[in-house]
């Protein structure tokens, strides 16, 4: 498998199908598997997925909500590609999109998670897909909407060596599965930010 695409859904059946909608539409020349977690829906938008995809997506059911990150590391546990993209379930999936992320991954070997381009439904770019690091500097920057040129960078001490990482994408999130098996996503922080850990 080259590419595991997981996404989490709670309460979001139209959302989320749309996002499988527009993945599903296109040929792609690698093969793919699309994972979707539950994060304990109470409504039926889990039933009524699985009925309109039957076989073209794998399901988890969570029994409780623990958060974004929580659920996006069940999708992980199983995820058999190469690559793993994290996708939220309210982005839409232009065409030629995974191939360009795909091409991009394979003739970098050195780059161990990339993100794209985030734009909002008017075509403007969304500012939220790229995350600066949420320290206390940065937090007063942006409250009180003073502009910043920061170049700070986070540093993950991995197997005794340090990795730099320029920002953390959101919404769209692409890695190589190696950086699975010594990296996860924090479940503490929350639904917003979704930041590597340790394991």
């Known amino acids: 498998m080259d590419l595991s695409v997981v996404i989490v859904n709670y309460q979001t059946f139209d959302l989320t199908r749309n996002t499988i909608n527009s993945i599903l539409k296109y040929e792609y ?10 994060n ?10 699985k009925d309109y995809f039957k076989d073209s997506v794998k399901f988890i059911s969570s029994k ?12 992980l546990r199983i995820a058999s590609g190469k690559y793993i993209l994290l996708l939220n379930s309210d982005t839409v999936v232009w065409e030629n999109t995974l191939e360009k992320i795909y091409n991009f991954m394979e003739n970098n070997p050195f780059v161990g998670a990339c993100g794209c381009r985030v734009l909002l439904a008017d075509g403007t770019l969304d500012k939220a897909c790229k995350r600066s690091f949420p320290n206390v500097k940065n937090s007063f920057y942006r409250l009180f909407h003073i502009p910043t040129n920061s170049k700070e960078h986070l540093f993950l001490h991995v197997k005794n060596v340090w990795i730099q990482l320029d920002y953390w994408m959101r919404h769209f ?5 190696i950086l699975i098996y010594v990296i996860g996503l924090n479940r503490t922080i929350g639904r917003y ?4 850990r340790l394991k």
């Open 193 to 196: 930010f979704t930041l590597v």
């Open 64 to 75: 409780e909500n623990n958060g974004f990150a929580a659920g996006n590391n069940q999708g």
């Open 40 to 49: 304990a829906s109470e409504d039926n938008s889990l039933s009524n997925l």
């Open 29 to 38: 020349p690698f093969s793919y598997e699309i994972i979707v977690v539950d």
């Open 173 to 177: 999130s692409c890695m190589v599965k």
